[in-house]
């Protein structure tokens, strides 16, 4: 079977790393693991290191944590639904929200069930995911003051996720003329100036930081060691942390271009072959279902990813150097987004290092 191998220590190296690097130019670090769905044995091995917050974007991950025996502050990172009010409060400390209707409906449950939750009101900058838009927020961040009171834990944006946008220092400038404006106009003192995710390490690392801001929220950088949105490997930190393992199930010298007429394949995705004669072929036990084949690179020498299936992941191996038979097990290393799905998998077995 299909199984990827987790290297714990690597893991906390990297969070422990980015802490430090965090701490030293005043900025403080939550830790996010929706991309392993909040797995407590990676979740424990964070903490140690220091780390005491995790953001997550789902409550079921926020549970399986907590009934680990593990006690971090927990800050949910995805708007939540209606269906969710309760246990949000129940659960969660910190909370990221960009409308007025769940913010009162919230501050309502929380105050009727006595529990503290602490709302940061997210301003788009440009992203195009959530968030009031930079140039007509202060309105709404007033009236969120308003109804937040003591709960108003300050103003956070997100860049990177849906545009692609990358982190500059006059972005985060906004959410700090914005916080000015909203202390001197509003009376209300901003605890979280929440800024950024991986794709805004660059500017910590560069000394670009705008004084003030004084909140990052990390995930991928601790769990990948890469920051895809500059496209760049983080410096400090590594990529050692996951690697997939599949194993051959056929191996065969076939064509490269299927024969008989060309329609689409299982996914509706017309494929695009090219002829490069007979080439010796290996069938893995990974699929669609399993993780995202194009964010999988081979670990061994010569050996390309062709296409992938349901169920079925499909190499060239023809340059491969070392000679390989059925039954051989071959490693990858794994995109952001073929983690997440690896993660998600219930038929990928999880093995724990360190
Ligand atoms: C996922 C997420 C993050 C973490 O981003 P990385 O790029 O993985 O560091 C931060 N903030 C929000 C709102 C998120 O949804």
């Not at 545009?163 to 972005?171: D, L, Q």
Request: glycine letters at 10%.
């Amino acid at each position: 079977m299909a199984y990827v191998v987790i290297n714990k220590l690597n893991i906390a190296n990297n969070a422990r790393y980015l802490l430090n690097l965090t701490g030293r130019a005043g900025v403080e670090m939550t830790s996010v693991t929706k991309v392993v769905c909040g797995d407590p044995e990676i979740v424990s091995k964070i903490i140690e290191t220091g780390v005491r917050e995790i953001g997550e974007s789902r409550l079921e991950n926020i549970d399986r944590i907590r009934k680990s025996g593990l006690s971090p502050t927990f800050l949910l990172l995805r708007l939540p639904s209606p269906q969710l009010y309760r246990k949000v409060v129940e659960s969660v400390d910190y909370v990221l929200l960009s409308e007025l209707k769940s913010l009162k409906a919230l501050k309502e449950l929380s105050e009727e069930l006595g529990r503290r939750l602490k709302f940061i009101y997210m301003v788009d900058t440009g992203d195009l995911r959530e968030g009031v838009m930079y140039d007509r927020a202060f309105e709404e961040l007033g009236e969120a003051v308003k109804i937040a009171g003591q709960s108003f834990a300050g103003i956070g944006t997100n860049l990177g996720c849906f545009g692609g946008v990358i982190a500059t220092p006059e972005k985060f400038e906004i959410l700090l003329e914005l916080g000015d404006r909203l202390c001197r106009e509003a009376g209300v003192e901003i605890e979280r100036y929440s800024a950024g995710n991986t794709a805004s390490l660059p500017l910590i690392e560069n000394g670009t930081l705008p004084r003030g801001i004084n909140h990052y929220r990390l995930g991928e950088s601790i769990m990948c060691g890469t920051d895809v949105t500059n496209n760049r490997a983080v410096p400090g930190t590594t990529r050692e942390t996951f690697t997939l393992y599949g194993t051959v199930l056929e191996l065969k010298r076939k064509p490269s271009v299927p024969i008989g007429e060309i329609g689409s394949d299982a996914f509706g995705r017309k494929p695009h072959f090219e002829d490069m004669g007979e080439r010796l072929k290996a069938i893995l036990d990974i699929g669609e279902q399993d993780v995202v084949p194009s964010g999988l690179t081979p670990m061994l020498e010569g050996c390309r990813v062709l296409h992938a299936s349901s169920d079925h992941l499909i190499l060239d191996v023809t340059d491969c150097p070392k000679k390989l038979s059925v039954d051989d097990q071959i490693p990858f290393r794994m995109s952001y987004g073929a983690l997440l799905r690896v993660m998600t998998s219930h038929y990928i077995i999880k093995e724990y290092r360190g």
